[in-house]
C-alpha cells in the first residue's frame, strides 16, 4: 500500500503549457506539503495545506497554484511553464495540525520529475 | 531567521568506515532537528529526529544527538554499507516561528 503517492511519475512539456502534478495521502494525515528539489538536490518547501487551508506559501510564482480539493489530496497546477521550472518535485503529509505537526515525520512521496524544454 | 548547514558532498568511503556528516544550525526559536535519507530515484525517508536539547536520535546504525550549546545535530555511523549510499539531508522545525528549513544535502558513496 502506498502512502503517499503521485502521478505521473516524469512530465516533460514544451515552455508555456499548462500541467499538473496530483499527489494522493491515504495516511489520514491532516497536513500535506509541495516541494522543489533542484539539480543540485537543494530542497525547497512551496507550500503547505491543513485540513485544505493554506498555511504556508513561499515565494513561489503565482504561476504555481495548488489545489487541495480533500484532506487526502493536494494537487499542484503550474501555468506558462517555463525553464526554469525543471526539477523534482515531491508531495509529502504529516500527522496532526500544522503547528504540531512541525515536529512530526513528513512522509514523501517518490517525486515527479518535471522537465520543460 | 532560521537555516541549516551541512558539510558539503560529495563524502566517499569505504564499507565499514566511519561516518560523519556535519550539521549546524541557526534557529530563534526552539527547533526541532531530524535526519531525511533519499535513496537513488526515491522520495525522503526520516532516518532519526531529536526534538529537545542533549536528545539522542538513532536508527539503524546511525545517530546524532541535539547539541544546543553549539547548534549541531551531527550525523553518525560507525560501521557504513554500500546501501547506505544515499543523499542526506539535515532538517528544522521551529514551532514558535511556523517554519522549517532542509539543508541542501550531503551525497554519500560507500564503496565495497
Known amino acids: 500500500d502506498t502512502a503517499v503517492s503521485q502521478t505521473p511519475k516524469y512530465l516533460v512539456t514544451q515552455m508555456g503549457n499548462d500541467k499538473s502534478i496530483k499527489c494522493e495521502q491515504n495516511?489520514?494525515?491532516?497536513?500535506m506539503y509541495w516541494y522543489k528539489q533542484d539539480s543540485k538536490k537543494f530542497l525547497k518547501i512551496m507550500f503547505s495545506?491543513?485540513?485544505?487551508?493554506?498555511?504556508i506559501n513561499e515565494t513561489v510564482p503565482n504561476r504555481f497554484s495548488p489545489k487541495s480539493p480533500d484532506k487526502a489530496h493536494l494537487n499542484l497546477h503550474i501555468n506558462s511553464l517555463e525553464l526554469g521550472d525543471s526539477a523534482v518535485y515531491f508531495c509529502?503529509?504529516?500527522?496532526?495540525?500544522?503547528?504540531?505537526?512541525?515536529?512530526?515525520?513528513?512522509?514523501f512521496g517518490p517525486g515527479t520529475r518535471l522537465t520543460v524544454l | 531567521g532560521n537555516s541549516v548547514t551541512q558539510m558539503e558532498g560529495p563524502v566517499t568511503l569505504s564499507e565499514e568506515a566511519f561516518l560523519t556528516i556535519n550539521c549546524t544550525y541557526t534557529?530563534?526559536?526552539?527547533?526541532?532537528l531530524f535526519w531525511y535519507v533519499q535513496y537513488p530515484g526515491e522520495g525522503l525517508q526520516l532516518l532519526l529526529k531529536?526534538?529537545?536539547?542533549?536528545d539522542k536520535g538513532s536508527n539503524k546504525g546511525f545517530e546524532a544527538t541535539y547539541r544546543k550549546e553549539t547548534t549541531s545535530f551531527h550525523l553518525e555511523k560507525g560501521s557504513v554499507q554500500v546501501s547506505d549510499s544515499a543523499v542526506y539531508f539535515c532538517?528544522?522545525?521551529?514551532?514558535?516561528?511556523?517554519?522549517?528549513?532542509f539543508g541542501a544535502g550531503t551525497r554519500l558513496t560507500v564503496k565495497p
Open positions: 534557529a530563534t526559536g526552539y527547533p526541532s
Open positions: 495545506y491543513n485540513n485544505k487551508e493554506l498555511i
Open positions: 495516511l489520514g494525515h491532516d497536513t
Open positions: 532538517a528544522l522545525t521551529d514551532y514558535n516561528n511556523n517554519d522549517m528549513r
Open positions: 531529536a526534538t529537545k536539547a542533549d
Open positions: 509529502a503529509s504529516s500527522q496532526g495540525e500544522w503547528l504540531a505537526a512541525l515536529g512530526d515525520e513528513q512522509f
